[in-house]
């Protein structure tokens, strides 16, 4: 991990009411993401791993405060980010990023590409008309695009040229840490490879640091230094990228590792090993929560939570049979 920490995460919890109203309390609570901690440093990609629903969305939302945390901590460069008033948040906006999944829906259809890009530049700073111009067209091509794309509407564009021009509108601001939300899931294969070493590109120019969340754990696996896998609001294990290709600890990152599909066709199909779906959120079960689909799941694991524990160098996971309470035999 990097030496210098510039996100700092503690305790992070949010719970969405379900029903009730005005005057009614909630019928039940939704918990989206439940006591999540975790560090990103300067110029470090952090990714998270985990199916979908399990919080990862949700969580890279509350980091930027697009929407508020039920409890926790976020300190970012030493900022306390929940202590800032509207204003002060503001003022921070152009240091904190993010990289929407869907091409299609995060550009203004009624708006060019340069008000698209000079936009976050409008809001937050004192900058001229000219020098806003010259900053797109500066980054339009360092993204790949032509300075003459500044006139063009989105729908002119395919989904990896639209995913560009949401780079760009990241990096206007000159961010330190960018939240890169599956930003090539909705890509064909091809193009992602190309916006992949894109965004390695730009972090090594500008000393980005990326919170990047995906599904995919090869793209992870090849744009990040370290990795934390997410299962029901819950980070479960936390390893350096080497570590989590090599030796995953925890049962569900080995079934989520498992269930990656081979390019072989010599290879023997296997079924995936994960079985069974993910708890109701609104009432998870005791103890782990991933006891009920877990194939070596003893006594212990149904009654009481295990917590993040360090097994290796920079290796965390939260589970008892990598605590002494038995033994993790694959």
Same mark, same amino acid.
């Given at each position: 991990?990097? $030496?210098?920490?510039?996100?700092?995460?503690?305790?992070?919890?949010?719970? @969405?009411?379900?029903?009730?109203?005005?005057?009614?309390?909630?019928?039940?609570?939704?918990?989206?993401? $439940?006591?999540?901690?975790?560090?990103?440093?300067?110029?470090?990609? @952090?990714?998270?791993?985990?199916?979908?629903?399990?919080?990862?969305?949700?969580?890279? /939302?509350?980091?930027?405060?697009?929407?508020?945390?039920?409890?926790?901590?976020?300190? @970012?460069?030493?900022?306390?980010?929940?202590?800032?008033?509207?204003?002060?948040?503001?003022?921070?906006?152009?240091?904190?990023?993010?990289?929407? %999944?869907?091409?299609?829906?995060?550009?203004?259809? &009624?708006? /060019?590409?340069? *008000?698209?890009?000079?936009?976050?530049? #409008?809001?937050?700073?004192?900058?001229? /008309?000219?020098?806003?111009?010259?900053?797109?067209?500066?980054?339009?091509?360092?993204?790949?695009?032509?300075?003459?794309?500044? *006139?063009?509407?989105?729908?002119? @564009?395919?989904?990896? %040229?639209?995913? /560009?021009?949401?780079?760009?509108?990241?990096?206007?601001? %000159?961010?330190?840490?960018?939240?890169?939300?599956?930003?090539?899931?909705?890509?064909?294969?091809?193009? %992602?490879?190309?916006?992949? +070493?894109?965004?390695?590109?730009?972090?090594?120019?500008?000393?980005?640091?990326?919170?990047?969340?995906?599904?995919?754990?090869?793209?992870?696996?090849?744009?990040?230094?370290?990795?934390?896998?997410?299962?029901?609001?819950?980070?479960?294990?936390?390893?350096?990228?080497?570590?989590? #290709?090599?030796?995953?600890?925890?049962?569900?990152?080995?079934?989520?590792?498992?269930?990656?599909?081979?390019?072989?066709?010599? #290879?023997?199909?296997?079924?995936?090993?994960?079985?069974?779906?993910?708890? +109701?959120?609104?009432?998870?079960?005791?103890?782990?929560?991933?006891?009920?689909?877990?194939?070596?799941?003893? $006594?212990?694991?149904?009654?009481? &939570?295990?917590?993040?524990? *360090?097994?290796?160098?920079?290796?965390?996971?939260?589970?008892?049979? +990598?605590?002494?309470?038995?033994?993790?035999?694959?």
């Amino acid at each position: 991990m990097a $030496e210098e920490v510039l996100l700092s995460v503690r305790g992070l919890s949010k719970l @969405f009411p379900l029903g009730g109203g005005l005057l009614r309390k909630p019928k039940a609570w939704i918990r989206a993401v $439940e006591e999540v901690s975790f560090q990103v440093g300067r110029k470090e990609s @952090f990714g998270l791993v985990g199916e979908s629903g399990c919080g990862k969305t949700t969580l890279g /939302r509350l980091i930027l405060r697009l929407i508020e945390p039920s409890s926790g901590s976020i300190f @970012f460069s030493g900022v306390d980010l929940l202590s800032l008033d509207r204003k002060e948040l503001r003022a921070l906006r152009p240091r904190l990023q993010i990289i929407f %999944q869907d091409p299609y829906s995060c550009l203004d259809p &009624r708006m /060019r590409v340069g *008000e698209i890009i000079t936009e976050p530049l #409008r809001a937050t700073t004192r900058m001229s /008309r000219s020098q806003r111009r010259d900053r797109a067209v500066q980054l339009l091509e360092k993204v790949g695009l032509r300075s003459s794309d500044l *006139e063009r509407y989105p729908h002119e @564009f395919s989904g990896g %040229q639209r995913q /560009r021009i949401g780079i760009a509108r990241a990096l206007a601001g %000159q961010p330190e840490l960018v939240v890169a939300d599956e930003p090539v899931s909705a890509l064909d294969v091809s193009i %992602q490879a190309q916006v992949i +070493n894109l965004l390695l590109d730009l972090q090594e120019e500008y000393g980005l640091s990326y919170l990047f969340i995906s599904h995919d754990l090869s793209v992870v696996e090849h744009l990040c230094d370290r990795v934390g896998v997410m299962y029901l609001g819950r980070i479960v294990e936390l390893a350096r990228v080497q570590e989590f #290709r090599k030796s995953p600890r925890h049962p569900y990152t080995r079934s989520l590792k498992a269930s990656v599909p081979v390019a072989d066709p010599d #290879r023997p199909w296997q079924p995936a090993p994960l079985e069974g779906d993910v708890p +109701n959120p609104m009432a998870p079960p005791a103890g782990c929560s991933f006891h009920p689909r877990c194939p070596y799941a003893f $006594e212990p694991c149904a009654i009481q &939570r295990p917590e993040l524990v *360090e097994v290796g160098d920079s290796h965390w996971v939260a589970c008892w049979l +990598n605590q002494g309470q038995g033994i993790l035999a694959y």
